[in-house]
């Protein structure tokens, strides 16, 4: 398939562009590098040794988007373009819902107008709220997210499955990630937050190259087996591969809107988690239990039944590879991706 990866030029659109690639598909991306950096798709062609169009382009222009998908010929379309950062949206929320709802309907409205009805969707955990039981799983409803991010990932699904309803020939699927850590094991590409990292991978990669002091561990009395919160962490390389999957599925069910978990199934603590770094990195990382962080949920995961019955994939790598491969890249990358 010819497929338009939006946001390929961020974290995990780069590393979807080297599973796409892999499995035979052709890519493009189209990004406005707010967030994403050319020299990360400049290593993607390294990686996958092939040429790849990048569009720099504003995706809540309408008209600039049209042109795109007007010359693209695309089969399909992986969306990842948006603004992703939790705190920031409770700073800016009309940003959030401007850019991220936004560039979503302006692409949706382009590609119905070239007949590209193929769409996978990044959504997030976040969707099932502060209620859902867990594992969490994907016929929970009410949906709701407490953060203005959040609730960008709510209504696009909503705009989704709308515009499936009035549209029954687009083949939709709503790809739910739980927490996607790692990198490639090459070490070219990985995640490069701007500023101080809010997740915890990325803060103790920092901590274990120098750029950061020490760990904070937010809260250490949680109703779980250290005390510390549990998430259901992901390999980028595996999510990546859940987009290949999601794509070939969706080509071959009937129309429609399908929602899927793209998660490992199961919790690691904060603290099993600093414990694999140090593995990785060799050597013991300074840290320190504090208060709980507002907001934190003490633990959840995912039910990954529906994408294993159904897309025919789970995710296979550990918390040791994950581990391993973000110190490769954050230990050969150490303030990230050059300036540009
Ligand atoms: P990222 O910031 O690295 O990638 C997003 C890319 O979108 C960036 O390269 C940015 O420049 C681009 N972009 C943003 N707004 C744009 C616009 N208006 N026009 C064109 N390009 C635009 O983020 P990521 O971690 O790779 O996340 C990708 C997607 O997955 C996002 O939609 C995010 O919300 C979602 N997601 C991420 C996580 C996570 O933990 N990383 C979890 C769940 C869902
Ligand atoms: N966390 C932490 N210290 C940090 C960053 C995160 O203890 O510097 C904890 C956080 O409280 C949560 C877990 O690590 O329990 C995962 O946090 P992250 O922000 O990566 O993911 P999310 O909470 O969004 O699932």
Redesign the pocket.
Known sequence: MRVLVTGGAGYIGTHTAVSLISAGHEVEIADNLVNGKAEAVRRVEEITDTSIPLHVVELTDQEATDDLVAQGSYDGVVHFAGLKA?GESWREPLAYYENNIGCTTSLLGALARHDVKMFVFSSS??VYGANAPVPYQEDYEPLEAASPYGQTKVMIERILRDVAQADPTWRIALLRYF?P?GAHPSGRIGEDPKGI?????P??AQVAVGRREK?????GDYPTADG????DYLHVDDLAEGHVAALDAIARRDPGVGAWNLGGGRGTS?LQ?LRAFERAAGRELPHEIVE??PG??PAFWADTTRATEQLGWTAKRTIDDTCRDTWAWQSQNPQGYPEE
């Not at 990292?197 to 991978?201: G, I, K």
């Not at 760990?215 to 809260?219: M, Q, R, W, Y």
């Open positions: 939790v955990a976040t927490n850590v990292p809010n997740n915890l991978l803060f103790i760990l904070s561990i937010f809260g510390t919160c549990e998430r904060v988690m709980r962080r934190d949920l």
